[in-house]
Every structure is written in C-alpha cells, then in structure tokens.
C-alpha cells in the first residue's frame, strides 16, 4: 500500500523572495518615481500654453494676419471653383440641348431664339470671367469690377425665362419628337439633369456672387488696398441682383394685371398700365343700405381700389376662366380710411363712403386697412413729385363704367370738373356723348 506524500503547508509556498525590509525600501522608491513622474508630466503640459503667451504682440498679429489671408484665398478659390461648375452646367446646355434644337430643325429660328435667346452671351461672360480668375485668381476685384456692369444681360434673361417655360412646355405637348428628344437627352450620362433645372441656373447665378463675395470682404482687412474696390465690386452685383428682381417682379404683376383685366365683363375698363401694380386682392363683405351685406371681391392697386361682383368661379384668386363685373373704383388720391372697430373699416372718397367687414376672420379684415392706408400714403407721397392734374377726384359707381368707351383713359374719366369754357378737357369727346349742356354740370372730363 503507497504511501501518499506529505503537502506543503501554504505558508511555505507564499512566503517572500527578499527579505521583509528590503521589501519595503523598494517600495517605498517606487512611490518616490511615480510622484516625480507625476510632477514632470503636469510641468510639461502646464507648460506649453506658456510657450504661445511668450510671444511677442507682433508675432500674434502676424499669425492672425496669416490665418485671415489664408481663409480669403479660401474664399476665391471657392469662386473660381463655383464658376467652373457652373461653366460646365453652362456648356452641357448649350452642347446637347440649345445647339441640336435649332441645328437639327426641332424649332424655327425665331421660337429658338425666344427660349435661348440670351444664353450664348451669358455663356462668353462666365468664360470671360472664369479665364480673367485664372490669370489672377487673387486679383478677382478687379474682374469683377471690369464684368459687373455686363451682368444685367441676366435680367433680360429672367425677363424671358417664364415665357420660354411656357413656350417650351406648350411646344412639347404638341411635338411627341420634341419632348421625345428632351426627355432621352436627360437621361444620358453626360447629362444627368433636367432642361429645366439647367435653364434655371443663370438666375441663380447671379445672387451666388454676391454671397461669395461677402465672403471674400469678410475676411479682406478694412486697411487692405483691395477693400474699397471689392465694396464697389458687391455694389454692382447687389444692382444687377435689384434689377433682374425688379424685371421679374415687373413681369409677374403684369401677367396679373392681364388676368385681371380679361376677367372683367367691362372691356372697356383698361387696368394695364406702367407703373400700376397690384398689391392685395381677395374677398371682403360690403355693407348695403339695408344692413345686409354682399360678398364682393376686391383689388387694391397702386393708385386704385376697386371691388367686384363675382360671376364665374373665382374660390380663392382670379384665374384664367374667372368673370366679374366691376361695380366701384376708388382712386387712391382722394380716399381717406378709418377702421371702425376690429374687423371693419370705412373707405371714403370725396364724401363718399363704403363699409367693408372681413369675409372670413377679422385678422383678414385688418390687413386689408393696414395694406389700404400704406397704399394711400404712398401713392399721396409719391404724387408730391409730380405734377398736379385735379383737385377733384370722385368714385366711379356702375353707372359711370357702363358709359365708359374703349378708347377711354380711366384715369382722365376719374377726375370731375365743373364745365366751363376755359376748363374743358377734350370737349370733341363730351359733345359727342351729349356731357356739355348746362355750364355748372358735374361731367366726367
């Protein structure tokens, strides 16, 4: 029978290789290291800040001055880089969509040049531009300055740009070949875009440069040379950026006034005119003499108020299948508002007086003041400038419109005056239609 092999005690096989105060010497060391560690490692960090604080004032202004010079190359790099871009946008327009549709017979001269009329020029001038920013890209002050007066040519172009729209949408619904064409052209891998989004591009175009040239300014020093003349540089972009706005705002209202105008049972009420704009339209209630009150939708023009009744689908604005007849026109000169309580206000011209209450919430009907007292000022305002053509000015109720004739000028039929020999203007007309008979009769004249 084996015998088994007395175990270690656990004491023996944990006891310690060195000795006890050897032991405690060693580590004592140890936390001496580490604590010297510890004070070396916070010195150096601590000690870094101290090194940039050790710097002169001037050595501080010249890396602030290094650090705006470098965010302003920044800047005109992203000009030129943005310019690129759009060049390129530029030339794929002009490459598979303006030059194959005159070349290849899809459109006549004449339709061509009412789409693309302006686009060869636009694109010579972002080349031009784009080859000045090469030869100098730090000098772009000075070709922004040479080029800025020719970026109107864009107003021209957004002028037409809506018309072109039209143009374009109408002649694709009738030419399948046509649209057929536009639409594989789009899809090719050189192009990738639509012809709309690229026909857009140049009005945007302008706008951008601004934006990028505040940049440049904003880290351009006000004592830098260049300063000055990249002020004036941003000054003529902001006119152009006045100007296409302008043209385009222009335009619109115009179509309105067209809208307006072929709405109107009367025909013979010209409301297309330069310089009138309309400012408010939509739907107020006018009181009646029997406290009743009659839905009437009602325009608020630059020199005019006018409310109508509706007879053919009008739900929010006019549209191009709306009819209404036009019952009163309040030229602005004479008109004096007063807002009663909240939701109503009374408009008056030369003693005569209409109460209008909001159609829906009275917020609505307080707008309509607010727009209706602004408009009257300023038409007051501006008329100041010009010369005086009547002290009297009176409304025009449905009886004067029917009498109105085609050839008639609104705002000459708006201004009463006594008859008398010295003070009849176009007495052929008033003879004819019977006006001048008595010498104290109110005639329209």
Sequence with gaps: MATSTPKT??????????PEDMRSELIAALKVQNVQNVRVGSARRFAMPGTHSSKSPADVRNTEAD?????????????????ESYLRQLDLLLEYFVTPLRTNGFLTEKVHN?????????HNLSQELLRKLDDDLDNVVKAFTNLGPFFKLYSVYAFDYRNS??????????????KRYIANTESRPEVQ?????????????????KLLLQQVLLYTSPSDGAYKALQESIRLVEQSVSHINA??????????????????????LKLVKPGRKILKEGFLRKLKTDGSTSRKYCILMSDMFMYCRVLKDVEVLLTEGS??????????????????????????????????SADGEGEDSHAWYVAIREAIELHVQCRKTLRKMSSNRKPMRKKHLQRLQPEDDIMWLLRRKTASPDRIQKPEKARRR????????????
């Design 165 to 178: 729209l039209c143009t374009l949408q109408s002649l694709m619904d009738k030419n399948v070949t046509l």
């Design 114 to 122: 009412q789409i693309f009329g302006q686009l060869d020029t636009i």
């Design 434 to 445: 019977g006006l001048i008979h008595l010498p104290h009769r109110h005639i329209w004249s």
């Design 67 to 83: 650090k705006r010079q470098q965010l302003r190359l920044q800047a005109i790099r992203e000009i030129r880089t943005s310019e």
């Design 247 to 268: 043209v385009v705002e222009d335009y619109e209202n115009t179509q309105r006034l067209i809208v307006v105008q072929n709405a109107l049972t009367n025909k013979s």
């Design 9 to 18: 005690p656990l004491r023996m096989q944990l006891q310690p290789l060195m």
């Design 193 to 209: 875009m639509k012809l709309i989004s690229l026909l857009i591009t140049p009005i945007q175009r302008i706008p951008r440069y």
């Design 323 to 356: 009819s209404i007849a036009c019952s009163c026109v309040f030229p602005l000169k004479k008109c004096k508002i007063v807002e009663l309580f909240r939701g109503n206000f009374r408009l008056t011209c030369s003693g005569d007086g209409t109460i209008f």
